[in-house]
Every structure is written in C-alpha cells, then in structure tokens.
C-alpha cells in the first residue's frame, strides 16, 4: 500500500509539473482583455437625440475628468491643472448606437467605457419619434447595466451636457442626486428611477410607460458661466412626467397632473397640498405623508368602470389662518377639502392622459392581472378604449397630526 | 613523566587540530598525533566496538587515542582505599559542574580510607564506591561509545584499575539561557515562558503543566555525530497508536550525520516535501504544546534549540492563537476570525486589486475609480508591475529588517517604509492606491501567528497577482482553487491537514472560525481525540448561586 | 489497495452545486417555454418527473451496492453489450460537462473576457479539475465541503438585495392561459437531471453506497427550491418578459439590482461563486467519465486517463458548438426531450429489464429446482 502510495505521488508530481509548466507559457501571452486605468475614459452620462439633417441617431456621451476630480480630492495637483473642466462631453452620429459610439472612439485619446453610466437622457425630439432604436443597447452591450436613471430632456440637450452644476462635480452624479431626492420630496416627478424599470414597464401590458422629466433652464442664466467658473444657478429643473405611447412620447404632465397621476398609481411618497383659509386670503399647507389605493375594476357589458379608492393621510405643516384654533369641526371641513384637492389633482391627470389617448396608471395592466379572462376581449383596442373608460374617485383624507404647536401666533 | 608527555601531546594536538582533519598533510612529521588514515565512518565503528578493558592504563590510552586528547578532556588520577588501587576520573571540561566532581573525588579518596569499611581491596572496590556514591544518576558503562556518550553529555567517568567497567555519574552543570517570553510568539494575556535550548527544562516546562504519570516522553538520538536527543512526548492512551508508530518509523529513517535544529527533523517527517504549506506546527510555547498534548497530538523536542514540532498538523492550527482561548470567548472569536480574514487578505489583496483595476473596472464607485486614475497620472508602471515591485521591496525590508543588528533596525525600517515610500509617490514611480495595498497585506500578513504559513502566504501572493493580472477575477479563481485542491489533498501523518473545513466535521466547529466557550467544548477533536471523544462532562455552564442541579448527562450535549 | 471513500453529505453537496450551477445559469423554466409569470410554478412542479429520472438511474445502486454501471452491465449483459452500453453513458458525460463548460465560458466571455481566446478561458478551468480528480474523488468531497458554504453564501447575497426591488404585481395573473404552457417549462430542468447519471459513478465511492439515491433525492430538492426562489426572484425583479428574453436570466437580475451606491455591479461576484459550483460540476462529470473508461479498459486507477480526456473535452467544447446559438439550441425542447432523455434512459432501463428478466430466470429455476 505504501509503495504504490509514494509511486503515484512521484508519477503525479512529475505530471504536475508538466501542466504547470505548459500552462505558464499561457501567461506569457495573455493579458488580452487587460485595461490600464489611465487608458480607461469613463462615461457617467448618455445621451440620445436626432440628427435632423442626416436623419441619423446623435449620441453624447460625458466623461468626468480624473484629473479634475483628482484636484479635488488633493491639493497637490499642482497649477496646470487648473484650467481644465470638470467633465468632457463627446458627440457622434450613427445609423446605430454601436457606430456612434464608434465614431465618438475616434475623437478620445482613451477607450471609451460605459460600466458607470449613472444617467441616460433622451430629447424630447428622438422620444417623440420614438425611443426603441436605442432599447437593445442597453440590453445587449455588457457594459451598460440596467441601473441606470432615464430623463427626458426638453429643451437643449447638448447645453445639459456641458453645463456645470452649482453643488456637483459631474453632471451624471447632480441629476442622480436631483431625482432621488425629488422622488423623495415631492410627488412631482415619475417614479421610473432605473432603466429595469423603463424596460418593464415597456414590456408588461395595459400600462404605458412614463419618464422624468428634465427642462434646460433658459439660455440667459448659463451666459455668465463662461467668465465664472462656478455655475450659479442649477442649469436644470427636475418636474412633471413625460408620457408615452409605446415607445413615442405623446406628451408632458405638469406637475399638478403628475400628482394626480401618483395618487391613481399609489406611488406618492410625500406630496403637499396648499389649501386656502376658510377665513380669508390667507394659505395652509398640508403634507401628505402616507396613501392607500384601491383600485376595483368592474365591467358592464363592453364598458369598462374603476372605481379608485384613495385614503391619504397628512399633517398640517403650515398654519397661519387667524383666529382659527384646530377644532374638531374645524379638522373635518378641513379633510373634506383636502379630499376635493386629492380629487381636483386626479381627475387632471385622468382628463390630460385622456386627451393624449395613453394609460399611464395602469388600469389596462390591473384588468391584465386580476380579470384575465376579460382582458383578453380587450387586449387588442384597449388603447383605444381607455379614453372612454370611467374611473370614480373615492377620496378619504384625514389631517392626522398638527406639528410642535397648537394655534398659530397670536400677535397683539 | 608520563603526565608532561600527555601534556605534550594536548598542546601539539591543539596546535595542529585543523590538519588533523586531513591526515595526508601531517605524514612525515615526527611529533603530533599518530598518523591516522581512517575515515570518520571507520572510526566511528572503531569507536562502538572497543570496549574496557581491566587495565586503567589501557583505557585511558585508549580513550586519548580515540578522543585525540581534545584539550577540554580532563584526567584526574588518584588512589583509592588502603590498597591504593589506581582510579582516574575523566569528564569534559565546561559540561560539568566542578562541585559535584569535588564531591565525587571527597567520596574516592576520603570515604575509602574510612575505617570499618569492607571490600576496598581492588575486586571490590568498583562495587564498594557504587555503593557509596550520592550522585542523583548514576550509570555503568561497558565500552568506549557508552562512555563518551555519557561524558559528552557532561557526566564524569570513574575508571578505576582492574575493572572493565566505569562509572557514569551525572555531573551536568553549564550555563542555560534564561527562560524568556518566545520574541516570535508574544501573548497579551498567557504565560510568558517559552524554551529553551535545552532539552531536559523543556520537557521539564511540560511536565509542570501536566502532572500525569501518563505523559511519556521517548527519547530517540538522531545523527551518527551529533547524536541529539530527540524526545517524542505524548500522552499515553491518548496518542493514536498508529500515529505513534508512524512518527516512531518515520523518526527512525532518518539517517544523518547531525541534527542541528527541529526544521531538519521538520523536512524528514513531512509529508509534502514539495509544499509550499507547513504540514508540522512549530512552537516555542510550553502552553501551546500542552494543550497540543491534551488534544491528542504528539510533540518533538530537539536538543539545542527552543523549537519543538507538533503532530499532525492541521491547517486550523496555524491560524490560533494562545489569546484566543485566555480571552473571553466573543473576543476570542473576534479575533480568531480577524485572523482567518487576514490570512485570505494577506493572500488575494494585491491580487484583487490589479484584477479589480486591470479587468473589472466597474466593482469600484465611479468618485474611487476617478481618484484612481487621478493619483495614477504620470505613473510610468503598469498596475501589475507597480504591485510586484512594490511587494518585493516590501519583502526585502522585511528580510533586512530581521537581520539588521537590533540597534540600527529602526533607523532602518524608518528610512524604508516611511522615505522610500513617500518618496516614491512624490516622484511619480508607484501610486498611493499600491502603497496602500502593500502595507496593509503586509499588516494582515503579520498577523498570522505562525511564520512558515505567512510565509508561504507571501509566495502565494506573487502568484495570485500574476494571475489577476492575466485573467481577472478568473484568474484569481483559478487560483484559489489551485490552492484549495492543494490544501485538500495535503495529509499530515495520515491526518487531513484541512480538517475539520474539509471533511467538514461540524463538532470540531466549535473551535475552529470561532472558538466557543470552555464549558461547551465537551468533546476531543473528533479524528485526534477518537480514542476518547468525551474531554469534560456536560453542562458545568455557570448556574444561579444554591440550584444545585447535577450535572447533565453526555448525551444531551453530545452533538 | 487505497480506497478513497466520500460521504454521503458530500455526495450531497456535489449534486446540489452541480445542479443548482447549470440550472440557474439559464434558468431554463422561464427561458424554454411559455411559464412566463408561472414559471415559479413549473419549477416546483418539476421535481417529480425530475425525481423520477433519478429513481430510474438511481435505484440501480440500490439492487447492486458498490458497483458503477459499467461494472453492473458488465455483469448483466456480459462483456461486449454490457461495453457497447457504456459506451452510452460515458458519451453522456462528455456531453454535459462540454456543455456546462461551454455555456460558463461564454458567459465569460459575454461579459468579462470578450477578447480573450475561449480556448484559454476552458484550459484554465478544467486544469484545475484536473488536478482535483488528481487527487481523487476525497478531494473532490472535501472541496464540496468547503465550497458549499461558500456556494451558498453566493445564492443569498444574490437572492437577498433583489427582493429590495421585488414588484410582487408581476407575479399576476397566475396561470391565467392554463397548464399546457407549463409543460415545456417543467420538463426542461427535468431533463437536465441527466445529471444524475453521474450517481452511478459516484455512489460506489461512498463509504455506505445505499445512501448515494437518498442524497442524491435531497439534492434534488434542495435545487429545485433554490430553483422556484431564483425563478420568483427574476420574475419579481426583471418581469417575465425581460427575463425570458435573457440570455442568463439571474445574471440580468443581478445586474439590474442596485443596493447601494457602493454595492452596484457586483455581478462578477457571482460569476466568482458561481464558477466554483461549475468547478464541481466539471470535476464529477471528469471523474466519472475517467472512472467509467478506466472500467471499460479494466485499469485499476483511473488517473492516467484524466488529462487527455479532459482535453478531449475542452475539443469538444470548442468544436461541439460551432456558435451560441448551438449551445441554446441544447435546452431546446425538441432536443432535449426527443433525443436526449431517451438516450439518458435507455441504459438503466435496459438493465432494468435485464435484471428483472434475470430474477424471473432465477426464480424459474429454483422453483424447477424445488420440484425436482
């Protein structure tokens, strides 16, 4: 047993040592896919538009510069570094994303890598036309992952591009930073927050897909940015929704009707609702901080009915109406108006994307999911029954707390 | 006459003692040492077959012949009893204690003449004064190779005329090192003792921890000229018997002229010679050797050096520390598992690192991979080479470090670590992110409280970067498992050297990434401690002063 | 002689790595067929006929403990058909571990390594299952036994952060078009307990043979949950159509999902763990294959057979597939379950029969016998 034991260490040493060896001369020529860091030109931000003369797609990519975030971080940078920008935006067209990403490799001294793209914009122009082109880029390409943010962009998409932001270094990181705390704020943005989301919501059926969206602040502002560095005002405002159809923008909602559209999704995070004294010229404001829905659809003949239950709860957050004390009387005509607030601001979502023929809260997908077997009749002309389709509010809020005080001052 | 003679022939043996090695020079000369053409193994034989002889004369030519009348040799002639029968003592200068020799001579000379005294005429006087001697150890010795052997371990010889016998007595005296804190393997919270170069208070150190006449000690001599003693301590009936008689037989093999150090006896034992992991712990500490001992295993002390050997070794073993189990057990456990983390880190980091920047550029936040490339700016290197040449500077400081004379070591570790790095940086050649990494593979590799794993950990390293650097984190994979199959097919005397992970056996868990509390440690190692699983009876958990509730029985804990 | 013995937890683990590895990778009850949202549904349901594949293999360790398959047709059919059936199995292993090998590289090479050569990428993974089966097949357990943690630590730190995005809307409407689009869907990852046939291989090699069939069960279960859980969470997180349309489903889950700012794209982790289970897959498919044609051959060891049979394989990773769209087409209902479950099964039920028809013959004669 020994022998045959010290025998086979021998013979698989020797063996051993024979795949070793082959394989070492493995390393001598690989390092295929190796990249330097300093060969790397990150991309945070992408984004899409139309070349209108040639009829191709235009892609912009922004690349923040190491060597300025560098600056930074370390004082040492020395002073040639000073006049360089903070980020770097490319340009190229193409008949596809892949040939205009290729086109904008001949204009980098570094391989352009798109692992951290944070942002993805569209302009309103290529979203009108319709956004599916671009789809199986980010589906396809390894690269890009499918956490990135989608905006539409109203406005001039290049001048977002290049445009500084007060606060932030690099474009990608101020509007990742604007959305999630929009969304976190107020209900006046979508709550599409990733690309996963976009995709799937583009592929379920009965809901039509929504994105935020972003206005280029007006050209007069940025003027000044060529003499200062430091840009003075937010070259950007982060509201309302852009509203699909299909993959074709069909339209904007402001922010009063983004409300709406939250409150019929049941999305609101926080919202606030300003209400007029019942007293005077005077204003409060209410917060919401917690919803419910309920959405039952039921189906008469070839009509289609929902009913929405919402239940909004609130707090007062500003009170400055004279001599009114926070009566129970007072609480309760109070929440009814709060109701008919709640009422005003759905029924302006559901009448504006009536008007723009696109079921953007989802009620086709709510019929898709629990009454299958009705769906199926509709499945084919939903889109162009939803405008028809009645929805009756049931609106219930309740002002649940009142903050640090009890009456507001009284001064004398 | 005779004494000026063998006078004579110590200082010519000690002028000439360097070309006694090689007879072929000194043929022709008319005065030293008798020409000898023998070579040492004929020599050697010659030595084991002489035996005494009755005449003192005889003997003592003959010892001086053999010994080529070495300057240390001491003869001290004297007479014994009425009778006056020729006696000589002979012990080796600087192993004995001159007291006891006194002594022994006090016995000789004075106790012979005492009167009343029956048998000192010459037949008896051998046995009269083996009798009457007081010495602690006292042996006999038929011929010359027992004889040296006794006075080379710092005996003295008592020859006396018309016996072809001699007396060993134990006459051992010469200086010992203190018993200090082992530098390699400090504790905050343990025993400060650590070995020594002498064997006899080495295995004293663990006697005085365990007090069971079961702990036995076997001595085996190891290296035909060297002749060390090597000692296999165990306890009896705890100690697999197999394992025993596998040591013993591998102990036996050896085959060596002299045995300088344990590592020596470490190659011979191994069972992976071509490893680069140690499969045989070595430890200066009497308390890690203890509970070594109670766990099952089987330690080897080596005369003249500090470090003794564990078997089997098993890879958990590498990785604990005496802390853990003195400190409390979360702590315990805390640091137990830091350690693993750092011993993995001490390994893959620098790997991770040029895999990460060279291959996978998207793990790192976008802000870090920017920073990156900043500090990168104007760094000639690639990643990997950065890395590699670091770290070998890195190992070079280090391997400096420990030979520097301890007076200017820091001076030494100052302009090292902290100019040569800082300047480098500042010049441009490496990038802070490498220095970084360095140092801090380098702190998780120190960490490792046994130095032939973080050793090997350091050998390993290289690899893995070169790999990352090839593949990625393909590389690195490939790596580990290389690794892993390694480890797993690695025994040590037959036991799996990464038990209990692999075979994982869930009992011995209880010591192995965290280290449970005493108490619930009910059971032995299982594949060390088979022959008796049960280390302490269960449920001696603290309890409530008064409840006094007998303890449970085995079974209920007996997971 | 040196015999290596495994136990029967390890024979666990390696099922349920090499299982959960493959499965996952395509996660075929959402990709094959129509199960869309039900897929979840296809994936428990798919036990059963999986299960009873495994019996057929499987219950012949049982009959003849201790021996592998070609020992057992060996001696049911005699030499040359029991050889010819062999022959069958020893193809099947080739078959799966070329393909299980083909399909981790070309994810590799989709989204890590697209440059470097497949060639290479194969030759350095089945180099170190060479060296595993070098070892022998205590090595191979005792890897699984440190893998498996590992291995399962991989599945909850992918499972976990994606229920931080779950949309549990998607899971609606259930079964909404009936069964018959859950038939495919359950019958793909039932195919790929082919697998199994590796049990007979394997289970001589424990030190008690009649537990492999019970391991390998628990396995089986043990997958097919993580299996439902996998294919609930990419359904939860991408939607059943972003998923189905995959290449590799839960790899897209994963890199979809966002934790933190620090813990984004952190897929390769995955592909980390995720190789270490197809370490194990290729190392039981080599060892068994090795085993097997050291049989055939009648050599006592079957180490001198492993390195060139595992760069037959790597040929034929290469070569068996000419593209991708090849290596999809495996999991193709048309192929699988047309082609390759009978030919899994036609061995073991042949000897089935022949063993059955033995007993008869048996029984016969010593009911003749009694009379006489």
């Known amino acids: 047993m020994k022998r045959e034991e010290t025998c086979f260490n021998r013979r698989t040493n020797r063996i051993t040592l024979v795949i070793l060896l082959s394989f070492l001369t493995l390393l001598l020529c690989g390092c295929w ?210 509203v699909f159809r299909d993959d074709k923008l069909v339209g904007f909602f402001d922010a009063r009707e983004t409300a709406g559209c939250m409150w019929l999704k049941g999305a609101i995070n926080r919202h606030y609702l300003v209400l007029q004294c019942p007293n005077g010229g005077e204003r409060l404001t209410v917060e919401i901080y917690e919803m419910a829905l309920q959405l039952v659809p039921w189906i008469d003949g070839s009509k289609v009915h929902f009913k929405a239950s919402i239940f909004a709860e609130g707090r007062l957050q500003e009170f400055s109406c004279q001599e009114l004390s926070l009566e129970e009387a007072f609480i309760a005509s109070l929440n009814r108006r709060l109701a008919t607030a709640i009422r005003n601001e759905a029924s302006a979502a559901l009448d504006k994307a009536r008007e723009l023929e696109t079921d953007v809260f989802g009620l086709g997908n709510l019929l898709y999911r629990t009454r299958n077997k009705d769906w199926q009749c509709f499945e084919d002309k939903w889109k162009e029954i939803f405008p028809e389709v009645m929805v009756d509010l049931e609106i219930e809020a309740t002002i649940r707390r009142h903050g640090l005080t009890l009456a507001p001052i009284k001064i004398r | 006459m005779k004494m000026l003679l063998y006078f004579f022939l110590t200082l010519s043996s000690l002028a000439s003692w360097k070309k006694k090695k090689r007879p072929d020079c000194s043929k022709g000369k008319d005065h030293g040492p008798p020409v000898d053409y023998r070579d040492i193994s004929e020599r050697e034989a010659a030595f084991k077959k002489t035996p005494l002889v009755a005449s003192l004369e005889a003997n003592l030519r003959k010892i001086t012949e053999l010994t080529g009348s070495s300057y240390d040799l001491n003869i001290r002639r004297c007479l014994a009893g009425p009778e006056k029968v020729h006696a000589a003592v002979v012990f080796l200068d600087g192993l004995v204690n001159k007291e006891s020799i006194d002594d ?145 037989s591998r102990l036996e093999r050896i085959q060596i002229d002299g045995v300088l150090e344990s590592g020596l006896i470490e190659e011979f034992i191994r069972d992976a010679p071509y490893s680069l992991f140690p499969t045989v712990l070595r430890t200066e500490r009497p308390d890690i050797v203890a509970s070594s001992l109670l766990e099952g295993r089987i330690a080897i002390f080596t005369n003249g050096t500090p470090f003794v050997l564990l078997v089997p070794g098993e890879f958990a073993m590498f990785l604990q520390a005496p802390d853990d189990y003195n400190e409390v057990f979360p702590i315990g456990s805390f640091i137990r598992t830091l350690r693993i983390f750092s011993f993995l880190m001490s390994i893959f980091l620098p790997g991770l690192y040029v895999a990460i920047l060279n291959y996978h550029p998207e793990l790192l936040p976008t802000v870090l991979i920017l920073t990156v490339q900043a500090t990168r700016e104007g760094v000639p290197f690639p990643v990997a080479a950065e890395v590699v040449i670091m770290e070998l500077a890195f190992e070079i400081l280090r391997e400096a470090g420990l030979r520097l004379p301890r007076a200017i070591g820091p001076a030494i570790s100052i302009v090292g670590a902290l100019i040569l790095g800082e300047a480098a940086i500042r010049a441009g050649l490496v990038s802070p992110g490498v220095v970084i990494i360095v140092a801090l593979t380098a702190i998780a590799s120190f960490s490792t409280p046994v130095f032939s794993l973080s050793i090997s950990a350091r050998m390993l390293r290289f690899l893995i970067v070169i790999l990352g650097a090839t593949f990625g984190f393909l590389g690195i994979q490939v790596g580990f498992l290389l690794m892993l199959v390694h480890l797993l097919s690695l025994r040590s005397f037959g036991y799996p050297f990464m038990a209990p992970y692999g075979p994982f056996i869930w009992g011995d868990m209880k010591d192995n990434i965290i280290r449970n509390l005493w108490w619930k440690m009910v059971k032995r190692p299982r594949l060390l401690g088979y022959r008796e699983p049960q280390r302490q009876p269960a449920g001696q958990g603290p309890r409530l002063p008064g409840s006094d509730i007998k303890p449970k029985s085995n079974k209920s804990e007996g997971r | 002689m040196f015999t290596e013995k495994i136990v029967s937890r390890q024979l666990f683990y390696l099922f349920f790595m090499m299982r959960v590895t493959i499965i996952i990778s395509v996660l075929p009850v959402l990709t094959a067929g129509q199960a869309r949202q039900d897929a979840w549904i296809a994936a428990l349901i798919s036990f059963f006929p999986a299960a009873a594949i495994v019996l057929i293999i499987g219950a012949l360790t049982l009959v003849f403990p201790g021996k592998s398959l070609i020992q057992i047709s060996e001696e049911l059919l005699g030499k040359l058909p029991g050889l010819l059936l062999s022959v069958i199995y020893l193809a099947i292993f080739l078959f799966m571990a070329g393909t299980d090998l083909r399909i981790y590289a070309e994810v590799l090479k989709a989204s890590f390594l697209p440059e470097t050569p497949i060639s290479v990428v194969m030759s350095l993974v089945v180099f170190t299952v060479v060296l595993a089966i070098y070892g022998g097949i205590e090595v191979l357990g005792r ?157 006592h060891d079957n180490r001198p057979l492993v390195l060139p049979m595992a760069v037959i394989w790597v040929v034929f990773a290469i070569q068996g597939y000419q593209d991708y769209f090849e290596v999809a087409q495996v999991f193709d209902p048309a192929f699988f379950d047309v082609i390759f479950i009978p030919t899994l099964l036609f061995p073991p039920l042949v000897l089935w029969v022949a063993y059955l028809y033995k007993k008869l013959r048996e029984r016969k004669k010593q009911e003749i016998g009694g009379r006489k």
């Open chain 1, 33 to 242: 896919d190796r990249i330097e860091p300093d060969f790397i030109g990150l991309v945070t931000m992408v984004a899409f538009d139309l070349d209108d003369e040639r009829g191709l797609l235009k892609v912009y990519a922004q690349l923040p510069n190491p060597a300025g975030a560098g600056q930074q971080q370390s004082n040492g940078g020395g002073g040639s570094n000073q006049a360089m920008s903070a980020t770097w935006t490319l340009e190229a067209s193409g008949y596809t994303v892949f040939q205009a990403i290729k086109n904008m490799e001949l204009q980098s001294t570094r391989r352009l890598l798109f692992t951290h793209v944070e942002v993805v914009l569209f302009s309103e122009k290529l979203a009108r036309q319709g956004i599916r082109p671009v789809l199986d880029f980010f589906e396809r390409e390894p690269q890009v992952r499918l956490i990135a943010r989608p905006f539409v962009v109203q406005g001039d998409l290049q001048k977002l591009m290049e445009s500084q932001f007060p606060l932030e270094q690099f474009g990608a990181t101020a509007l990742s930073k604007q959305l999630a705390s929009v969304q976190e704020e107020a209900a006046a943005t979508s709550d599409t927050d990733s690309l996963r989301v976009m995709m799937h919501r583009l592929t379920i059926p009965g809901w039509e897909l929504d994105l935020p969206r972003l206005i280029v602040m007006p050209e007069e502002e940025t003027k000044k940015k060529g003499e200062e560095k430091t840009a003075k005002q937010n070259p950007v405002l982060l509201t309302g929704l852009a």
């Open chain 2, 104 to 248: 022994l001579l006090r016995i000789v000379n004075l106790e012979t003449f005492k009167t009343g005294i029956e048998g000192v005429e010459q037949k008896e006087i051998y046995d009269t004064v083996k009798r009457r001697l007081i010495t602690t150890d006292l042996r006999e010795a038929e011929n010359m190779e027992d004889l040296y052997d006794g006075i080379s371990l710092g005996d003295t010889v008592l020859i006396f005329d018309g016996t072809a016998r001699a007396i060993l007595c134990e006459t051992r005296g010469w200086n010992l090192r203190a018993i200090n804190e082992p530098e390699a393997e400090t504790v905050i919270r343990g025993p400060r003792e650590g070995f020594i170069e002498s064997l006899r208070v080495n295995t004293s150190l663990i006697r005085r921890r365990i007090r069971s006449p079961n702990l036995w000690l076997e001595s085996v001599n190891i290296g035909s000229l060297s002749k060390t003693e090597v000692v296999i301590a165990y306890i009896k009936g705890l100690a697999g018997e197999g394992l025993l008689g596998e040591l013993r």
């Open chain 3, 143 to 299: 890897s699984a036994d440190i893998i498996f943690p590992i291995f399962l630590l991989m599945l909850l730190g992918t499972f976990s952060p994606s229920l931080t995005h779950a949309n549990f809307q998607n899971l609606q409407p259930v079964i909404a078009h009936g069964w018959s689009p859950l038939s495919l869907a359950i019958l793909a990852p039932a195919s790929i307990a082919a697998q199994y046939a590796n049990l007979t291989m394997l289970a001589p090699a424990l030190d008690q043979p009649q537990k492999g069939l019970k391991a390998a069960l628990w396995s089986l279960l043990a997958a097919t949950l993580v299996l439902v859980a996998f294919a609930l969470a990419v359904v939860l997180v991408l939607g059943p159509d972003t998923g189905a349309r995959s290449t590799f489903p839960v790899f897209r889950m994963i890199r979809a999902t966002r934790i933190s700012e620090f813990l984004e794209r952190v897929e390769i982790l995955t592909i980390f763990a995720w190789g270490l289970g197809l370490f194990v897959a290729l190392s039981v498919n080599l060892y068994s294959g090795s085993k097997g044609l050291s049989q055939v051959f009648g050599l």
